[in-house]
């Protein structure tokens, strides 16, 4: 496993585009943990600002011209999915999220209050839920970005930055996950992680930073 023991926490140096990309713009200075929590808001707002011509629109759910939804797969808004994004039938996105341009959510994968950046690709049976991830990151099969700690009803997420243990104030947060990472077939990612660009996560790894002294 190759993750940087120096956790970035600002989305605009984990993602290339973040500062440039809509909900970025609407979030500015804001931590990632923050933006999730706004995210059904925010993506309400880029829904009332989209070119309408690009965009085939249904309620809160926006499809661009050129993305491919197939038939059995579940989208819930408020929704975005971008240019040449693919949703896989079986495959469930849900709870405010953002598909960036050529993403890729498989089937059996669930994508829950999340944003993802270009070319990045779920590929099957994941499931990510309040996160946000940065282009060109590969999910392979059965890896998961836990939300929640189910082992400590009624706390709140922590992460670890730079040796401190912060407490985020939210019930749910999954990760912020740097461009270009990799995250190999059945890895967990427990809710806070902070990964930097091209962090690379082995096959079967459980990563618990929150765990970590």
């Given at each position: 496993m190759t993750a940087p023991s120096t956790a970035i926490v600002e989305p605009e140096r984990a993602i290339a585009r973040w500062a440039s990309s809509p909900l970025g713009v609407a979030s500015a200075g804001a931590a990632p943990w923050d933006v999730v929590a706004r995210l059904p808001e925010l993506v309400r707002a880029a829904l009332r600002a989209l070119a309408g011509g690009a965009y085939t629109i249904c309620g809160e759910v926006a499809i661009h011209r050129d993305a491919r939804v197939e038939r059995g797969a579940e989208v819930h808004g408020p929704a975005i999915i971008g240019a040449h994004a693919f949703v896989a039938a079986t495959a469930c996105v849900r709870g405010g999220a953002w598909l960036d341009a050529g993403v890729r959510i498989g089937r059996g994968c669930e994508l829950k209050s999340?944003?993802?950046f270009e070319g990045s690709a779920l590929g099957h049976l994941n499931y990510v839920g309040d996160s946000i991830v940065g282009a060109d990151v590969n999910f392979e099969a059965g890896s998961v970005v836990c939300n929640h700690r189910?082992?400590?009803p009624g706390t709140t997420v922590h992460v670890r930055i730079g040796g401190r243990r912060i407490d985020t104030?939210?019930?749910?947060?999954?990760a912020l996950v740097g461009d270009?990472?990799?995250?190999?077939?059945?890895a967990v990612l427990a809710p806070g992680t902070l990964l930097a660009p091209g962090s690379v996560i082995a096959r079967l790894a459980a990563l618990d930073q929150d765990a970590q002294a």
């Open positions: 999340s944003i993802v189910n082992e400590r104030g939210c019930a749910k947060f999954g270009g990472c990799r995250i190999g077939a059945n």
